[in-house]
């Protein structure tokens, strides 16, 4: 059993900032690259920053330079500081996260969060 506990998301106005939390727990033997994905209403799912376990991070062009990905290994955790936000990014975030649940098992999945709404509009 795998959870992802998702937190942050709500209303702000364009130019502000929010801050999402993710937490994982549940049979984890190697917690590997974590991201976070939106979806718009009307839109497919898109990737919007991912992190792998040596740190390597990689941004969707939209958010360069205004989210910030980053995790605690300890709490198993991953967040997203979002700043200078557009009205294009309102859409409902979600966590995921590629996990190794025991030392016998050869492959990993992905789990995934219940999704926050983040809504920016004036």
């Known amino acids: 059993q795998v959870q992802l506990v998702e937190s942050g998301g709500g209303l702000v106005q364009p130019g502000g900032s929010l801050r999402l939390s993710c937490a994982a727990s549940?049979?984890?033997?190697?917690?590997?690259?974590m991201g976070w994905y939106r979806q718009a209403p009307g839109k497919q799912r898109e990737l919007v920053a991912v992190i792998t376990a040596e740190g390597v991070i990689d941004y969707a062009d939209p958010v360069k330079g205004r989210f910030t990905i980053s995790r605690d290994n300890i709490k198993m955790s991953v967040y997203l500081q979002m700043n200078s936000l557009k009205p294009d990014d309102t859409a409902v975030y979600y966590c995921?996260?590629?996990?190794?649940?025991?030392?016998?098992?050869?492959?990993?999945?992905?789990?995934w969060g219940q999704g926050t709404q983040v809504t920016v509009s004036s």
């Open positions: 549940g049979s984890i033997f190697n917690l590997n690259h």
């Open positions: 995921n996260a590629n996990i190794r649940t025991a030392a016998y098992v050869t492959g990993t999945r992905d789990y």
